[in-house]
Each structure stands twice: as structure tokens, then as C-alpha cells.
């Protein structure tokens, strides 16, 4: 569903604090399947991670989404294939306080502009399928570590993204919480979902729900197991 071919990534191409974050990545990433990409930080999981979801452009090299080469796409374009494609979970959620957990869960959706009673249906739907009707109107901040993960999950999947990407997800979450978010994660999967997760937890690369993991080291592919 995504390739990767020869990318490599710099930032601040060409001044005296260059940094090469990838080099020479080529990586063939399947439909409805968990991969993990793993490694200690500073490994380029991150930035992997980024331009896997067009949230990044490699310096050199290409992507392509379902065969469409998206790498070179304008920004205007890029920005659909995002909102389209994928669904992201930050590693610190990126939630909105102040703002109620339906309010932060609609906010993807915004600039599609979609009918305001068809929209409430959907985050009905997904908030109930995480457990979290009945917090629906409760302000962001008053949710505990795993009510937010499951909140921002929630706004990930409201426009029925196929690919949920997260960012080391479970790095502030205790072992049970961390099950919870791999019975999640298979419920996705189920779905017909792809996931892809960067991760240094051991509970997250050695769950038998992986279906491949990715291993790396400064910034270049250390291992692929299936």
C-alpha cells in the first residue's frame, strides 16, 4: 500500500548543523497489517514515521500511496492525501483543553465541511466503540492517560482514515493500559484498518498482534522481520 524508495532526509540542508535524520530508506509497507518501526531515539523513527503519513517530504527519494506518487505532490494535495489516507496520533495527543472530547474528536473533520448531524452520528459511533459515550461533553483535561489515548484515536478515525499512524503511543501508558491499546489496535485491524506505530516498548514489537516489525539505527533500516 506504501513504498518508500531511496529516501533520505536532511534538516538544514546544507548549513554548518546538517542533519542526516534518514538515508537511503526503501521499505514496502502492507494493506491491513500492524508494522512497527522500532529503535531507540534518535533511530529516525519519527521522521520515518512523518513522511510514511505526508506530514514530511524526503530531501531525495520517493513515496508512493497505492501507487500514486505522492512525494512530489503540492501542498494543497498533499494536505487531502493526509486527511484522506491517513489518521495520527500523537505521542503526546495534541489535545485541545478547553475544548470537550466530541468537540476535539470533530476537529479533522472541520475543513470537510460535513453535515453537522451526520458529523455527531460518526463521533456517537466512535466514542462508543472506545468506550467513551459517556464523556462525550466532558472538557479534555479531565480525562485520564488512557481516556485521552482513547480520545485522540477517536479524532484520528472521524473521517474514516484506512491508515492509523501513532507515535510511540503507549510511552506514558502503564501495562494495562498498554493491553488496552493493542485490543484497540486488533480492533482496527478487524476492521480492515492498517496500522503502523513507532515504538521503543517491548510490549508493543513482541505483541504477536505485529505483523512486521522494522528495526533502525541512525537513520537507516537495521532489520525487517515479519
Known amino acids: 500500500m506504501i513504498s518508500l524508495r531511496s529516501v533520505t532526509k536532511l534538516y538544514n540542508e546544507g548549513r554548518p548543523n546538517e542533519l542526516r535524520a534518514l538515508s537511503d530508506v526503501s521499505l514496502e509497507i502492507g494493506r491491513d497489517a500492524v508494522t512497527v518501526f522500532k529503535g531507540p531515539s534518535g533511530s529516525g523513527k519519527t521522521t ?45 495527543f495534541n489535545l485541545i483543553r478547553g475544548l470537550t472530547v466530541a468537540e476535539n474528536v470533530a476537529l479533522p473533520a472541520a475543513p470537510l465541511g460535513p453535515d453537522p448531524r451526520a458529523l455527531a452520528a460518526r ?27 482513547r480520545a485522540a484515536i477517536a479524532r484520528a478515525l472521524i473521517n474514516d482514515a484506512p491508515v492509523l499512524i501513532a507515535d510511540e503511543p503507549t510511552a506514558n501508558l502503564d501495562t494495562d493500559l498498554t493491553h488496552r491499546f493493542l485490543d ?16 521503543h516498548d517491548p510490549r508493543i514489537w513482541q505483541s504477536d498482534l505485529v505483523d512486521r516489525v522494522v528495526g533502525m539505527a541512525d537513520g537507516r533500516l537495521a532489520e525487517v522481520a515479519a
Open 48 to 92: 520515518l514515521l512523518s513522511i510514511v503519513g505526508c506530514m514530511a517530504r524526503p530531501t531525495s527519494g520517493r513515496v508512493l500511496v497505492d501507487g500514486r506518487m505522492v512525494s512530489g505532490l503540492p501542498e494543497t494535495f498533499l494536505t487531502e492525501e493526509r486527511r484522506s489516507t491517513f489518521g495520527f496520533v500523537f505521542q503526546r
Open 123 to 149: 463521533i456517537e459511533t466512535r466514542l462508543e466503540a472506545l468506550d467513551l459515550a459517556d464523556k462525550a461533553d466532558t472538557p479534555v483535561e479531565h480525562l485520564s492517560g488512557g481516556e485521552m489515548q
Open 184 to 199: 484497540i489496535v486488533a480492533d482496527l485491524r478487524a476492521e480492515g484498518r492498517s496500522v503502523i506505530l513507532s515504538s
